[in-house]
């Protein structure tokens, strides 16, 4: 089994934290681990713990429909999130649940090693580049911390039915492609 098999019978069999009881599957992630860019989301939604894949209710058809618009496809990326098991109800991760999982997002960002790491939402944001940015404020801008570009995004949930958002989301692609055509 090679390193990234490993991290993902880790995911698959814990039990480092309360979201552990109410899950039907841990949802590791998926997609290209030779890819240049990631996109990290909070946690699964009921279809995704269901599947135990990320992003495959109405928001994962969002996300698809944006990353084909510039261009790419779904299978040229990699998709996670924060936390690997549902938060019951759809109810925000807590803090001690971010706490016990984010190693194994930070394992796997290191396995990837990326050029841009797409934040999805407050709390990926927030977990990945600095606890006290504002979404709407810096949605759209790259930031860069410890030698990698993280690029701030609103959440596909978000946008799916508030129109101003998703045109926020459009915009935040249109600077994803940018940065992709300069080679970041
Ligand atoms: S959310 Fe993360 S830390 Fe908690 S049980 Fe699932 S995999 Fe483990």
């Given at each position: 089994?090679?390193?990234?098999e490993?991290?993902?019978e880790?995911?698959?069999?814990?039990?480092?934290?309360?979201?552990?009881?109410?899950r039907?599957?841990?949802?590791?992630?998926?997609?290209?681990?030779n890819?240049?860019?990631?996109?990290?989301?909070?946690?699964?939604?009921q279809e995704?713990?269901?599947?135990?894949?990320?992003?495959?209710?109405?928001a994962?058809?969002?996300?698809?429909?944006?990353?084909?618009?510039?261009?790419?496809?779904?299978?040229?990326?990699?998709?996670?999130?924060?936390?690997?098991?549902?938060?019951?109800?759809?109810?925000?991760p807590?803090?001690e649940?971010?706490?016990a999982?984010?190693d194994?997002?930070?394992?796997?960002?290191?396995?990837?090693?990326?050029?841009?790491?797409?934040?999805?939402?407050?709390?990926?944001?927030?977990?990945?580049?600095?606890p006290?940015?504002?979404?709407?404020?810096?949605?759209?801008?790259a930031?860069n911390?410890?030698g990698?570009?993280?690029?701030?995004?609103?959440?596909?949930?978000?946008a799916?039915?508030?129109?101003?958002?998703l045109d926020k989301?459009?915009?935040?692609?249109?600077?994803?492609?940018?940065?992709?055509?300069?080679?970041?």
């Amino acid at each position: 089994m090679n390193v990234w098999e490993e991290l993902r019978e880790k995911v698959v069999t814990c039990n480092k934290c309360a979201l552990a009881e109410g899950r039907t599957n841990a949802v590791f992630g998926e997609g290209d681990v030779n890819t240049q860019v990631v996109f990290i989301g909070e946690g699964p939604g009921q279809e995704e713990d269901r599947q135990g894949r990320p992003f495959v209710g109405a928001a994962g058809k969002l996300l698809d429909k944006m990353i084909e618009e510039i261009g790419l496809k779904r299978s040229d990326v990699f998709i996670g999130n924060i936390v690997k098991c549902r938060p019951p109800g759809n109810r925000d991760p807590k803090p001690e649940e971010i706490d016990a999982c984010k190693d194994y997002l930070f394992a796997q960002i290191a396995f990837i090693n990326p050029k841009v790491i797409c934040t999805l939402g407050r709390h990926s944001l927030h977990t990945l580049v600095h606890p006290d940015i504002s979404i709407s404020k810096e949605h759209g801008r790259a930031v860069n911390k410890m030698g990698k570009v993280f690029l701030p995004m609103y959440h596909p949930a978000a946008a799916l039915y508030r129109r101003e958002l998703l045109d926020k989301l459009r915009y935040d692609f249109e600077q994803l492609k940018r940065l992709l055509e300069r080679g970041v």
